[in-house]
């Protein structure tokens, strides 16, 4: 057994303890189970984004060799319940919905589920979809959020007053006295493209009832596992106690697999009703047009700036487009509000945020949820004054930076800042990308009729987060615990859970690392449980889950917590058997523990024994046996203000820099990337390599949302226009440069191991890659508005420059 | 069935034969018939390469290939990669280089890597990023799948250059 070495194994490169079944194809994701007597189910979907379901008629479908049945949703909604999740909001739309996660009477988006069918094999129950004969009765659908908010629209869910979900204005400071100073203001209308975290892995879900002892087991590939056991359990009329769901290896997530929840119910009702494990597949054309979608948003931001680029307010009207129900919506927003100051430190702001119902793909989680929408606003209007101004847009940024002496920092909603470097995070940035020279180049080229371009960003990223008061009258705090547990058998095998599963996060190796080094053992000597078992593993109610980059946060105090505790166990346990006090005894190599200052020592498999077996001896305030059950909550206190919207609403905000260097084509609109650099703090990093792997997936990601991805609806008809991979384009390999980056590691003050969040970074590289565009097309007289840019839009607004 | 066809094939060197309808993919053959559960489905249109396996030593992406196409044909997938144990060294690589996540793209990511070097055993960097170019990867951005590819094939050269030259050669 290789040893990395006991104490200090924190912070070290090791290899992976995922890597050796995966990369031997004995990985167990969910498609891969079979169950004895299983079904296979498939949903027939609505091809219209705004219908009425007026009939159904599965009779040839059920005349089909091998279809066992088909459940309409007319039948779902009598027997499972639906999500009415946001009966908090303080709007009569929102309270009214009811959430079946299938079309009912009407359908509200292209490729919504109306009827389900259940086959003996996939192949069949694909054949019986097209046999499934529909009615339609097809209504104008709303894709354009502005007009769906307008009096006269036609209304998404019937019986509601309006589309418009959410409406509050916050205000923080004296935004109108502010802006009453300013030399400049910039205006900006800009949007915020719908793209969507497109995991390789689609939704793969397995339910089936034990009838005996009316218990619901569900295999699945769930982000958000500890909320779904109540969701399921709700919508079913189960006890959620009665509801096993398990997760093992997940083939990526991205906040998407967050959206799982409502399909988890429907499959769960066909298992309850055929008696028998019913298995259901996602495919891609499904998973594009009905997983969840990212939030897409308009903004109508203005800046107020002095002439030397002192940032003195903003104000901001946003409109959230939601799709056509809220699932994780509108808490991105809720979030972003918070933090609109980020890095700077003015005080003044406004923001108006309307949440509003389209007919399209019901937006939820995503990587950099809610904070990529609010960071690439305040850069944009920053890059936008910065021009105006002619000041160079790290200098503008350089001057409004919040310091790090200046840390604990408390921004204008309350968020207190726990450390960070902000400056040397953008001087790093502009020194690995070589950003003198690039401007000398740029000047070069442009002489040349060359359209290069480089484009810094920084973005903000909080961990941990607090939304329960804003959710939930009554609740001061909540979302942040984490749940872990470690259990040391008999012959000494140490074996440890936490209620965050890795989805690529590499959780079971760091988890190991951290309990390792607090027990003094190698990690190759800690088994992590692979994924969560709501009846086995570490399980933290609902708010279970690998999302909001927790890992970093309650999750290390979960981990870190319940090692301690076991540190403490095994040392009481060592002292009884060395028969000396606990404070004469410490824990040493390989977990043995020793009489401090003597040879005399037990091993830890001698002392594991003691403790389990030989517990007749053991003194009555000894407890027997080896577990530990650790609960953390974060030290955050009950806001000051849930109706203003004050107080801290994060353990930690993570933060990074970017820059991007482009070159554009004029003749084509191609934009071909140069260069990519990021610069990250993730406070502390508890395995580099796997640090350093999040933060290219940062940029994989982020890099495709501003050049290839994009989910495009058309505003007639209502389709998605980009529903393969085909049309929805993924980048390659061969459309990126080598990636560079680097991590800083300033600690964080408040999280228990000095860690935050990373691999989400608030979007930095999308909006870094978009600023390099803008900048490359600035001698043309060209603003870019939007997140995502396309070379036909491209050549399209090069073409209306020339033509003028 | 109806029109079933008998067909039969090797599968890293072992013999599958079974009865199956025309229309079926061969990732299915692969993943239901033969339970050999490494090969993965991304996106049903050849687009992502999760699929990719070998087929009479050339990549396809097993999603859009017929199981009757294969049928007397030659299948190497992820599961023949380790001998008794033993890692392959793209394998190892790829460990190595934090080359994977989730996992799910990685045996095809390999397979088309290893179809890349057996075509070019000494790429550039931009010569890998080309030859993967039909496989998706979303955890990564890719760096450390490129980097893996690169360092296999120079560990290849070096034992290309350690082994002493046959006569044939």
């Keep these: 057994m290789s040893k990395v070495g006991n104490r200090g194994v924190i912070g070290q490169p090791i290899k992976r303890k995922e890597d050796q079944r995966l990369i031997t194809g004995k990985g167990i994701f969910v498609d891969d189970i079979v169950l004895p007597e299983m079904l296979h189910a498939s949903f027939v979907r609505s091809p219209y984004g705004h219908a009425y379901v007026k009939r159904i008629d599965a009779s040839r479908a059920l005349g089909l060799p091998g279809v066992v049945d088909v459940v309409t949703g007319e039948e779902f909604a009598k027997f499972v319940r639906p999500q009415k999740a946001h009966s908090g909001l303080d709007s009569p739309t929102a309270r009214a919905l009811e959430d079946y996660g299938i079309a009912v009477k009407k359908a509200i988006y292209h490729g919504e589920a109306v009827a389900a069918v259940v086959a003996l094999d996939k192949y069949t129950a694909k054949d019986a979809v097209e046999l499934v004969e529909v009615d339609y009765d097809p209504l104008p659908p709303l894709v354009d959020a502005e007009e769906s908010m307008s009096d006269g629209a036609v209304k998404i869910h019937d019986g509601t007053p309006t589309n418009v979900v959410w409406h509050k204005t916050y205000n923080y400071g004296d935004v109108d006295k502010a802006f009453s100073k300013a030399d400049l203001i910039v205006k900006s209308r800009l949007y915020f493209d719908r793209f969507m975290a497109a995991p390789l892995e689609t939704y793969v879900i397995i339910a089936s009832f034990d009838r005996g002892q009316e218990v619901m087991t569900v295999y699945c590939n769930s982000a958000h596992p500890g909320r779904d056991v109540f969701l399921v359990a709700g919508a079913l009329n189960l006890s959620p106690n009665r509801v096993r769901l398990i997760c093992q290896d997940n083939g990526g997530s991205f906040g998407n697999k967050n959206n799982i929840y409502p399909y988890t119910a429907l499959i769960g009702y066909l298992a309850m009703k055929t008696g028998r494990p019913v ?144 400056p040397g995070c953008l001087r790093r940035t502009l020194e690995m990308v070589g950003y003198e020279d690039w401007r000398k180049k740029q000047q070069k080229l442009r002489r040349e009729g060359k359209c290069l371009g480089i484009g810094i960003a920084m973005a903000m990223e909080s961990q941990g987060g607090n939304l329960a008061p804003l959710w939930k009258k009554g609740h001061k705090s909540s979302g942040s615990v984490g749940s872990a547990m470690i259990r040391i058998d008999a012959d000494g095998n140490i074996s440890a859970s936490v209620d965050s599963m890795s989805m690529g996060h590499s959780h079971q ?191 994989g990601h982020q890099v495709g949302a501003a050049l290839y991805e994009r989910l495009l609806y058309d505003k007639t008809d209502g389709r998605l226009l980009t529903s393969t991979f085909k049309d929805y384009l993924l980048p390659t390999a061969a459309d990126f440069p080598t990636l560079e980056t680097a991590i800083m590691e300033t600690p964080s003050l408040f999280s228990p191991l000095g860690a935050r969040g990373m691999a989400e970074g608030g979007g930095v590289p999308q909006i870094a890659v978009i600023n390099a565009v803008r900048d490359a097309l600035s001698p043309l007289g060209i603003e870019i508005d939007s997140s995502h840019i396309e070379p036909e839009e491209i050549l399209r607004r090069i073409q209306e420059r020339t033509d003028r | 069935m109806p029109n079933s066809k008998r067909i039969e094939m090797k599968i890293n060197g072992e013999s599958y034969a079974a009865e199956v309808e025309p229309r079926l993919l061969l990732v299915d053959f692969l993943r239901v018939n033969a339970r050999l559960t490494g090969t993965h489905v991304g996106c049903d249109t050849s687009n992502c390469g999760a699929c990719t396996v070998m087929l009479d030593g050339l990549t396809v992406k097993s999603c859009t290939v017929f199981a009757v196409q294969a049928d007397g044909r030659e299948i190497f997938t992820v599961e023949g990669l380790s001998k008794d144990g033993k890692l392959h060294p793209i394998q190892e690589s790829f460990r190595d280089h934090h080359a994977l996540q989730c996992g799910y793209c990685t045996p095809g990511m390999m397979l088309s890597s290893l179809f890349l070097l057996s075509n070019k055993p000494n790429p550039t960097e931009e010569e890998v990023r080309k030859g993967i170019s039909g496989n998706i990867c979303l955890c990564t951005g890719y760096q450390h799948i490129v980097n893996a590819v690169l360092d296999v094939a120079k560990r290849g050269q070096r034992q290309q250059k350690k082994r002493p030259r046959s006569g044939k050669n």
């Design chain 1, 279 to 422: 298995k259901w597949v996602m495919d891609r054309n499904e998973h594009l047009l009905a997983s969840g979608h990212g939030n897409e948003m308009i903004y109508y931001g203005e800046i107020a700036v002095k002439k030397d680029g002192t940032i003195l307010g903003i104000k901001a009207r946003l409109i959230a487009d939601e799709g056509s129900e809220l699932r994780s919506e509108p808490r991105g927003a809720m979030v972003w509000i918070r933090q609109l100051t980020t890095f700077y430190r003015f005080r003044h702001l406004r923001m108006e945020v309307n949440a509003v119902l389209t007919n399209k793909c019901p937006t939820g989680s995503m990587r950099a949820y809610g904070k990529v929408q609010h960071c690439f606003l305040i850069e944009s209007l920053i890059e936008k004054a910065a021009r105006q101004l002619r000041l160079d847009p790290a200098e503008i940024r350089f001057k409004n930076f919040i310091l790090p002496k200046e840390m604990p920092y408390k921004n204008p909603a309350g968020n207190i800042y726990d450390g960070g470097d902000y």
């Design chain 1, 509 to 699: 190796t760091t988890t190991a690392q951290i309990v390792a080094d607090v027990l003094s053992v190698s990690p190759d000597d800690v088994d992590v449980f692979a994924g969560f078992d709501s009846w086995i593993t570490a399980f933290g109610e609902r708010y279970s889950g690998s999302y909001a980059s927790r890992f970093s946060t309650v999750h290390h105090g979960a981990i870190f917590g319940a090692a301690k505790r076991m540190r403490e166990k095994i040392l009481r346990h060592g002292a009884f058997l060395l028969g000396s006090a606990v404070n004469k005894v410490e824990l040493v190599q390989d977990g043995k523990v020793r009489v401090k200052g003597t040879k005399k020592s037990a091993g830890l498999k001698e002392v594991a024994s003691n403790a389990w077996l030989n517990t007749g001896v053991l003194p009555k305030d000894l407890e027997a046996g080896l577990v530990v059950h650790y609960v953390y909550k974060a030290p955050l206190k009950p806001l000051e203000s849930a109706e203003l919207g004050k107080g801290n609403f994060s353990l930690t905000y993570a933060y990074g820099g970017a820059a991007a260097v482009v070159e554009v084509d004029p003749g084509t609109g191609m934009v071909k990337l140069l260069k990519i650099v990021l610069v990250d703090d993730p406070g502390r990093c508890i395995n580099p390599m796997v640090c350093e792997g999040q933060v290219h997936g940062q940029i």
